[in-house]
């Protein structure tokens, strides 16, 4: 059984930071992507970031500049630098990985944390 489990969210003012943590745990082979994703009310689940293992990133154009995504492959945890935070940011964050269960398997799964608020005060 694999659990992603998320750290780090809550209430901020604008205009400052947050730092997410999300680590995997379970019965996992190898991790290929992990990264975040976010829901405000009322709105779909979008990107925020995410990191290969190999250490490319992608990022959510409103992302860009002000977070920084990490990654300890060693620990299979994923971090988000969230920094210049803005009311717009206010949502639920979502921890998302795709791996490998076993060696040899060809497909990946796709796992997700249960969320942390990060709500910012304007």
């Known amino acids: 059984q694999v659990q992603l489990v998320e750290s780090g969210g809550g209430l901020v003012q604008a205009g400052g930071s947050l730092r997410l943590s999300c680590a995997a745990s379970?019965?996992?082979?190898?991790?290929?992507?992990m990264g975040w994703y976010r829901q405000a009310p009322g709105k779909q689940r979008e990107l925020v970031a995410v990191m290969r293992s190999g250490g490319s990133a992608n990022y959510a154009d409103s992302a860009k500049g002000r977070f920084t995504i990490s990654r300890d492959n060693a620990k299979n945890t994923v971090f988000l630098q969230m920094n210049s935070l803005k009311a717009e940011d206010t949502a639920v964050y979502y921890c998302?990985?795709?791996?490998?269960?076993?060696?040899?398997?060809?497909?990946?799964?796709?796992?997700w944390g249960q969320g942390t608020q990060v709500t910012v005060s304007s």
């Open positions: 998302n990985a795709d791996l490998y269960l076993r060696p040899g398997d060809r497909y990946k799964y796709r796992y």
């Open positions: 379970g019965s996992i082979f190898s991790i290929n992507v």
